[in-house]
């Protein structure tokens, strides 16, 4: 039974270049999030998808990212033209489906996260 | 969302039991608490969740005061392996979806 599989784990790129993070969610698993954790800092959320779908991109920078969650297929977190500020660590989660009302409410099951640095 | 408060860091040694208490004054009546562990270079992982009084499964317990004002996270016998961070969250039973919201959690260091 894997769990949620991310990849690359590192990438390197030069500045300017395009990162491409991929996320493949847990079995059953419909709902994808991306989170983004830098240096000594907590995660903090870009984005929530669900098959074909951009549910809440609020955290996500309006520019040089995207996202999507085709039918087919992992995740995608596309970051282009990247800034050494981009580096960091991208996390990925998944959970079966929103708000399910039995305990726990809204667990997540993280992937290991791409480690993203930029030159 | 509520604001939660947690030590930066705390120490302790193999076999003592660790607590660590988060503050969160403003929880509202629909919000459930949740910590979750991260290893080094691994993604957070959940450990427990509750919403009031006391919640105890294998990897550890949680109390919750009558107030839930705050709460604490307690791991029995620490080992070398429960060296991480942790994180108190606080989300909205009632929400559709709940993105998870981080600080920077509680680095705790376990030596021998």
């Known amino acids: 039974n894997a769990g949620v599989m991310q990849n690359p784990r590192h990438l390197v790129r030069r500045r300017g270049q395009e990162a491409r993070l991929r996320c493949s969610p847990m079995k059953g698993h419909s709902h994808v999030y991306w989170y983004r954790q830098l240096p000594e800092e907590g995660l903090k959320f870009m984005v929530y998808?669900?098959?074909?779908?951009?549910?809440?991109e609020s955290g996500m920078p309006k520019e040089r990212f995207s996202a999507e969650f085709p039918k087919e297929g992992p995740s995608i977190l596309r970051i282009q033209q990247v800034v050494r500020g981009d580096s960091a660590a991208y996390f990925c989660a998944s959970s079966p489906r929103a708000g399910q009302p039995t305990l726990p409410y809204n667990e997540q099951f993280f992937g290991p996260g791409t480690r993203l640095t930029v030159l | 969302l509520a604001k939660t408060t947690q030590p930066i860091s705390m120490d302790s040694y193999e076999g003592q039991e660790v607590n660590i208490t988060c503050s969160h004054n403003?929880?509202?009546?629909?919000?459930?608490i949740t910590w979750y562990q991260q290893f080094p270079s691994q993604g957070p992982r959940f450990i427990i969740q509750?919403?009031?009084t006391k919640v105890t499964n294998e990897v550890a317990s949680l109390f919750i005061p009558a107030d839930r004002k705050s709460s604490t996270l307690s791991l029995p016998r620490v080992s070398l392996s429960d060296t991480a961070v942790y994180y108190c969250l606080v989300g909205d039973i009632d929400s559709g979806y709940s993105t998870l919201t981080f600080g920077k959690g509680t680095m705790l260091l376990v030596s021998p």
């Open positions: 998808l669900q098959k074909e779908n951009i549910i809440d």
């Open positions: 509750g919403y009031k």
């Open positions: 403003n929880i509202a009546t629909n919000d459930y």
